[in-house]
């Protein structure tokens, strides 16, 4: 007559492995876009919530994972439209590197502010569809089904983002 | 005069996001300027540039993400307390559903084969009509009546009062020597 519910303690487990296997992919994900560890840290846990409020989806593991990414970009995007241009802050953290010389440690740290400096041009959809391209290496179709859009608008966004960029390096070196 | 491709599908280009025809296009058309070539080679760089992004800061990535559980956790264990509980949803199977329509059927049916026919409404045409009979006065209208008996009335005289709808009989009992006098009005 009705469908069997798994008993709790299983639905938990399940809950624990699916966050394990996916929560370093999506919070990465999501640091690539908004570029902040605190904001992408709650968003992060957001995106979690929400999908696991949703527990009929996470049946098929491959689904729910794609699933999941998608919700995951969304809610990035979501989160620059609503803060306008991203917020960049130092990470409390310890961020040395043992390999890292201070020299290099600080070149480094400087030529990722520039490329920031240069994201806060795009706007959210751009800068979404660029990291997810070129920095997640995710194909056009991939990104189009991430964002929730056709092919042609992912090539358009991108094209756009990498014209802004190029005109803002150009103009940064002279 | 040439004409150049334009910025946005150089950018593509080097990102290899073009479709077949327009790539080989301007691959075609970069293999001879000089300009398109270098605006193609610095979308190339762009894009190893990009890549920088990829590189994490160095967290602390355990510590993370026992914090990232635990709020997930405590998240998802107020969401539950929000949520009101719905009720236990009784899903029919088609066999039941059958006989519960059946059921409704059957109550509709037996409720409507019930029910008491309407009555043809009669018009009463019939005056009403007062007349005197050995027993008493009788009060007649259509077929319903009604009569004031009275057992030792005489077969004596009828008065007939002044409204026509009203008459009067007397008599007296012959043992006790009573009057007695019957006024009957219709209205």
């Known amino acids: 007559m009705s469908e069997l519910v798994p008993p709790p303690l299983e639905a938990a487990e399940r809950q624990n492995r699916f966050v394990s296997e996916n929560l370093r992919r999506i919070f990465i994900q999501i640091y690539r876009v908004v570029g902040n560890i605190a904001d992408a840290q709650d968003l992060t846990q957001e995106v979690f919530i929400k999908a696991l409020q949703r527990q009929d989806q996470l049946k098929d593991e491959q689904k729910a994972a794609h699933w999941l990414s998608k919700i995951a970009t969304n809610t990035a995007i979501d989160f620059l439209r609503r803060h306008g241009r991203v917020a960049y802050c130092e990470v409390d953290f310890d961020t040395r590197s043992h390999e890292e010389s201070p020299e290099d440690m600080v070149l480094r740290s400087e030529h990722r502010d520039y490329l920031e400096d240069g994201l806060r041009l795009l706007t959210a959809r751009e800068r979404a569809a660029l990291v997810l391209r070129d920095v997640e290496g995710c194909s056009a179709e991939e990104v189009a089904q991430q964002m929730d859009c056709s092919k042609a608008t992912v090539r358009s966004h991108i094209a756009n983002a990498r014209v802004k960029l190029r005109r803002y390096m150009a103009g940064r070196r002279r | ?187």
Request: glycine residues 6%; aromatic residues 6%.
């Open chain 2, 1 to 187: 005069m040439i004409k150049h491709p334009s910025e946005a599908d150089l950018a593509l280009f080097a990102g290899g996001e073009l479709s077949r025809w327009r790539r080989w296009r301007v691959e075609r058309h970069a293999a001879e300027c000089e300009d398109c070539r270098r605006d193609i080679s610095d979308f190339e760089a762009l894009r190893m540039e990009s890549a920088a992004l990829a590189v994490l800061p160095e967290v602390s990535w355990d510590r993370l993400a026992a914090e990232m559980k635990a709020n997930i956790r405590v998240g998802l264990e107020a969401g539950e307390c929000v949520d009101a509980p719905s009720a236990p949803r009784v899903v029919f199977s088609p066999r039941a559903l059958a006989a519960c329509v059946s059921l409704a059927a059957l109550l509709v049916a037996s409720v409507f084969l019930e029910r008491p026919a309407p009555r043809v409404a009669q018009v009463e045409t019939a005056e009403p009509v007062l007349e005197t009979s050995g027993s008493g006065i009788q009060f007649r209208e259509g077929d319903q009546g009604m009569v004031l008996l009275n057992r030792h009335a005489p077969e004596g005289p009828v008065n007939d009062l002044a409204t026509g709808r009203a008459m009067q009989q007397s008599y007296v009992d012959s043992e006790t020597g009573l009057v007695t006098i019957n006024n009957v009005y219709v209205e």
